[in-house]
């Protein structure tokens, strides 16, 4: 797929999985969501305003409560019109009901409060709309748009990425973004694969090795043959795993629209039942049971059924928005609160995703300090992540950094340079092996430091006219746990998540070491982006409710496929963060298990509210079909629930604020 055609591609409109409601809610309207919501409720507060200070007479308020109604209704009666068309009774027709029964009771107010309300949280909702199409938006510009190839006389020419074939060999400079898929044919250089495979660091290619588009080369300069064109890279396929896995996406559908599809047809079946039944079955009077079904009718407007879900997903947005997480609409916050398994990545999720100085083991009469600023004089020089941590450490430590001359790096190994007149060299395990300098004793402690999967940097002082050399010291390199990681994890387990498993790019040696650090159920590693979508889908299958944490680009085909996607917020990157349901916005972890619980505690909240109005109401309509109770103790009783329901909500707000009953 080229430039040209993603391009192409992303202007078709995109299926959005989530709200079953949604797909009509707002798309028929001309005039925008915003406006017309603000409208609304300006309109409403107009209104009551005048009715509490009895300004002018009473029509002035009547008129803003019907505008307010209209206006809030723009957004309501269209979705439950194109509902009722489908033969489908959703949150929208229970909507109507609430306000056409509302107005039949002459509360105007209560219409109008309760349209608004409604409308704002559907506003709310509409935040994670078009999200996919941003998601792909931002991974086109991983990819360069060109290439330059390697003619057969040797010559260079750039060409657009979508007209290489494969077989022809380009050429990857250092810095540079690596165009296609393909395979070194010769050069030495290190790769930042991140943004494909999540490895924490730099990987070493060689010739024979693997590359994939959207990485970045690092010093040195690659030639590297076509294996794939660009419709077929890795990166194309992360773009088209993540379409797929928003349209396939099964729609979750909220309590209340499950609700409505069954409470909004019972009352309609009753109220027939007994406007029918005792006239033509017993001779009834007609208009006095045609009058009893309307009674029910009114008194089973569902104002306080309608306003239960709103104002509690309203609260729960705004009480996880205030702790710095954003989440993408009430379905979003009524998921998590389901969630029983959940997958992480490792790099910049479970670990800072920056190299750190963990250990420096000295092999020479120098201290670890004088190891790390000698380390760190050579490595001045050098932009490599394993270079950069070593001179952060000294840097940190406050150490003198002696000067060094004749700086020279070797691709793929390390670099050398003199440090007071007498050679040394700064390299990988290689790199110490061609020295001739390995014994066993310092063979056995590499392979210890790369057992627990770090990495790791061999300072030495290079054999030279007629010296030895010798290893000095070497200093042991990793990817660092995050501070709150352990302490995240147990509040995850103590919200109700029965499970959590890492999902890696890295290789699982590394990602097995993090894992037993952090205290993860499991771990798995070697993964490219389309097995961990596989892998979630196996979680999917197993625990129905299954969140996902990730960062970057290669988790975000995962985060779409999962029930709830969480991205990291500050150093996530963009593809991450637009796929996510849940962006955490100050990157800690521990805001998890409070999004899970408040999530759970919002869904208690809803369906006690649901349970309490409709108790309210079985109460009231026993007594009016006893004798006991007229038409103004009906309204009376909708007007008390509502507040009650409203005020129970609110609830949601405090800090450690529960529902009346759980």
């Known amino acids: 797929m080229s430039h040209d055609h993603l391009h192409e591609h992303l202007q078709e409109p995109v299926k959005k999985s989530g709200c079953s409601s949604c797909e009509h809610c707002h798309e028929e309207s001309p005039l925008p969501q915003g406006a017309l919501v603000a409208a609304s409720g300006i309109l409403t507060g107009i209104g009551l305003v005048l009715h509490w200070l009895r300004f002018g007479s009473e029509w002035l308020s009547e008129t803003s409560f019907a505008a307010a109604t209209l206006a809030g209704g723009l957004l309501v009666f269209p979705a439950a019109w194109g509902a009722l068309r489908k033969l489908r009774l959703d949150i929208n027709v229970l909507m109507a009901v609430a306000v056409i029964g509302a107005w039949l009771i002459g509360q105007g107010a209560e219409a109008a409060s309760v349209v608004f309300l409604f409308a704002l949280s559907e506003l709310l909702e509409s935040w994670a709309s078009g999200r996919a199409r941003k998601a792909v938006d931002s991974l086109l510009k991983l990819s360069p748009p060109t290439a330059i190839v390697r003619n057969a006389d040797g010559t260079e020419q750039e060409f657009p990425v979508a007209e290489v074939a494969v077989d022809r060999e380009i050429l990857i400079r250092s810095g540079s973004r690596i165009p296609l898929d393909g395979e070194v044919v010769s050069g030495n250089s290190t790769v930042n694969q991140a943004p494909i495979t999540g490895e924490s660091l730099p990987v070493e290619k060689k010739s024979g090795d693997p590359v994939y588009a959207g990485t970045v080369n690092g010093e040195g300069s690659l030639i590297v043959r076509v294996t794939k064109p660009a419709s077929e890279s890795t990166l194309a396929r992360i773009i088209q795993l993540v379409g797929e896995a928003e349209e396939n996406k099964p729609p979750t559908q909220r309590f209340v629209d499950r609700f409505a599809a069954v409470y909004t047809p019972a009352v309609f079946a009753i109220a027939i039942f007994v406007a029918l039944v005792p006239p033509l079955l017993f001779g009834q009077a007609w208009l006095f049971w045609i009058y009893r079904s309307l009674v029910l009718l009114v008194i089973s407007c569902p104002c306080a059924l309608v306003i239960a879900t709103p104002v509690s997903i309203v609260s729960g947005l705004t009480s996880l928005a205030r702790r710095g997480v954003l989440v993408k609409g009430g379905v979003h916050l009524e998921s998590v609160g389901k969630l029983r398994a959940l997958a992480v990545d490792k790099t910049g999720t479970i670990t800072l995703g920056k190299p750190q100085v963990v250990a420096v083991i000295s092999r020479s009469d120098l201290s670890d300090d004088e190891i790390l600023a000698r380390a760190a004089s050579i490595n001045a020089h050098s932009e490599h992540p394993l270079a950069v941590a070593i001179v952060e450490a000294a840097h940190s430590r406050n150490l003198t950094i002696p000067a060094t001359v004749g700086y020279a790096s070797v691709t793929g190994r390390g670099a050398t340079a003199s440090i007071a007149g007498h050679p040394h060299f700064i390299g990988n395990h ?109 979680l999917v299958s197993q625990y129905t409710n299954v ?79 006893m004798g006991y109770a007229g038409l103004w103790l009906a309204i009376l009783a909708d007007t008390g629930a509502t507040l009650l329901v409203i005020l129970n909500s609110l609830r949601l707000l405090g800090k450690s604020g529960s529902p009346l009953k759980d």
């Open 547 to 625: 969140g996902m944490i990730g960062d970057g680009v290669n988790d975000a085909p995962a985060l779409a496929v999962a029930t709830v996607g969480f991205a990291m917020g500050a150093i996530g990157s963009d593809t991450a963060i637009e796929t996510a349901d849940i962006a955490l916005m100050k990157d800690d972890l521990t805001r998890v298990a409070e999004t899970i619980r408040v999530g759970r505690r919002t869904l208690a909240i809803i369906r006690f509210n649901v349970a309490f109005a409709l108790g309210i109401k079985a109460v009231v309509l026993t007594l009016a079909f």
């Open 430 to 538: 290689r790199m110490a092996h061609d020295t001739g300098l390995c014994g066993p004793e310092i063979e056995a402690v590499l392979a210890t430091i790369e057992e627990k999967g770090q990495s790791l940097a061999v300072l030495g002082h290079a054999p030279h006219d007629g010296c030895a050399g010798e290893i000095l010291g070497i200093i042991a390199i990793a990817d660092t746990l995050r501070p709150e990681v352990t302490e995240a994890l147990r509040l995850i387990h103590a919200a109700g998540v029965e499970k959590v498993i890492m999902l890696s790019g890295d290789n699982q040696r590394t990602a097995s070491a993090i894992a037993k650090q952090a205290g993860i159920d499991e771990a798995i590693g070697d993964l490219m982006p389309e097995q961990k979508v596989e892998h979630v889908r196996k």
